[in-house]
């Protein structure tokens, strides 16, 4: 009780100060790393050093000279005075050479506000082994473990309190990424960090052929003598199945519900698939089927596929790419629609241009087609086999007159609907 309570009072006095505070310079390679501790350790600082070579602490006070420093080890309750020939007092600072590391400060004045912070020797990390541990599933992750024979930095709070400095040890790879702009897949770099040796860190596997390599810790790198190891080349498993859909277009005024774009259309609807596997693939395999039917399906084994959907309803295309080991996946849906096809009555050849000036169908879906169109006495004016195209009111290049004409069509649907249409077209002027 007497030591919790010694404790509280001495963290409320140090935080009651306003403009007092610590800096810390000398050591090897740089000034020593500042590290702020959480406020329960009632330190206001920890300074880690690279060894004790012209070590110095100063503290900024309004009064330097009402400040008494003090050392410890473990426990600032059996703290003792450092000796008076070590400190300078200067302008608004009182300074404390001969600093030794792996121990704790603190200063003291008259009214018993105390200030306090702990100074820690800096160890290499001596990092000794990282190896890629089995355990995972290497399609999503890659488990690495590193060893290190450096051992702790510890230091002690004000409750006399055994804490470990938490170290940085940072993990570098590449991936690669994918670019829609560029359809193609960019080397990209990519980083963690950790602070515990000896247990499984997990990283996201990566999609190309890398090296794992380690370095730290920051303390090191602050003092330019950062460690690393390297992990030769790691062969990349894991895959990814990125893919694109192109619709042909077709530019047909008279076909309701043409190619937009979209992968919804009339049929023959033609669309143009291309995988774009990453690298560690070997196989890219295509199925296309309908839904409810994948026992009965078309199957293609090229990065690039250009298939016509001939009849009408909902299509599952599915991409599959894949390794020994790893598998992806990707997936489009495209829909026929259902057969249409109606017939005018008339058309205005002559008398309104480019409104009407032919004789066309509206379909929507129609795979095979014919149609003839004859006169009253049953000669042939027009044949054809398309029904984007129509009839212009000419025979052999010659205008026909004005009048009734007479239409026969037999065509058949995406959805194998038969239509058999025949009926009177006027030529009107």
Avoid at 118 to 125: E, I, L, T
Avoid at 343 to 349: E, G, L, R
Wanted: charged fraction near 20%; include cysteine; proline fraction near 5%.
């Amino acid at each position: 009780m007497r030591r919790l309570s010694i404790s509280l009072l001495m963290l409320f006095l140090a935080v009651s100060s306003g403009k007092a505070a610590f800096t810390a310079t000398g050591g090897t390679g740089n000034a020593p790393f500042v590290v702020t501790p959480p406020a329960s350790t009632g330190l206001e600082k920890v300074f880690v050093s690279n060894g004790n070579q012209g070590l110095t602490l100063l503290f900024e006070a309004a009064q330097p000279s009402d400040w008494t420093w003090y050392t410890f080890l473990q426990d600032p309750d059996n703290a003792t005075p450092v000796d008076p020939s070590l400190v300078t007092v200067t302008g608004q600072a009182t300074i404390l050479g001969s600093v030794t590391t792996d121990a704790g400060y603190f200063v003291s004045n008259l009214t018993g506000e105390r200030h306090y912070i702990y100074v820690v020797a800096w160890k290499p990390v001596g990092y000794s082994s990282l190896t890629v541990q089995p355990e995972g599933d290497v399609c999503s992750e890659v488990i690495l473990q590193a060893q290190a024979g450096g051992g702790d930095m510890v230091y002690y709070t004000v409750a006399g309190l055994k804490r470990t400095l938490e170290r940085e040890h940072r993990l570098t790879w590449t991936t690669a990424t994918w670019q829609e702009a560029n359809e193609t897949y960019v080397d990209q770099p990519q980083s963690s960090t950790f602070t515990t040796m000896g247990v499984n860190w997990s990283v996201a596997a990566p999609l190309c052929d890398t090296e794992f390599r380690l370095t730290g810790d920051q303390y090191g790198r602050w003092f330019g003598a950062e460690e690393s190891l390297t992990i030769a080349t790691y062969k990349a498993r894991a895959v990814k199945a990125n893919a694109k859909a192109m619709v042909e277009l077709r530019d047909v005024p008279n076909e309701n519900g043409a190619s937009t774009g979209e992968l919804v259309g009339s049929a023959p609807l033609t669309v143009t698939f291309s995988s774009r596997p990453s690298a560690a693939v070997n196989l890219v395999e295509w199925l296309i089927y309908k839904p409810g039917d994948d026992a009965s399906y078309a199957r293609f084994t090229d990065e690039e596929l250009t298939y016509t959907f001939k009849e009408s309803g909902r299509y599952t295309v599915k991409l599959y790419v894949s390794n020994a080991h790893c598998k992806d996946s990707a997936e489009f849906n495209p829909q026929v629609h259902e057969s249409m096809l109606d017939c005018p009555n008339f058309f205005t050849p002559r008398s309104s241009p480019g409104d009407n000036d032919e004789f066309r169908v509206a379909y929507k879906s129609i795979v095979t087609f014919k149609g003839v169109i004859v006169n009253r006495w049953g000669n042939v004016l027009f044949q054809w086999s398309d029904p984007s195209i129509g009839w212009d009111g000419t025979y052999k290049g010659k205008a026909v007159s004005p009048g009734a004409y007479y239409y026969m069509i037999e065509a058949k649907g995406a959805d194998g609907i038969v239509y058999k249409k025949s009926g009177d077209i006027n030529l009107l002027e």
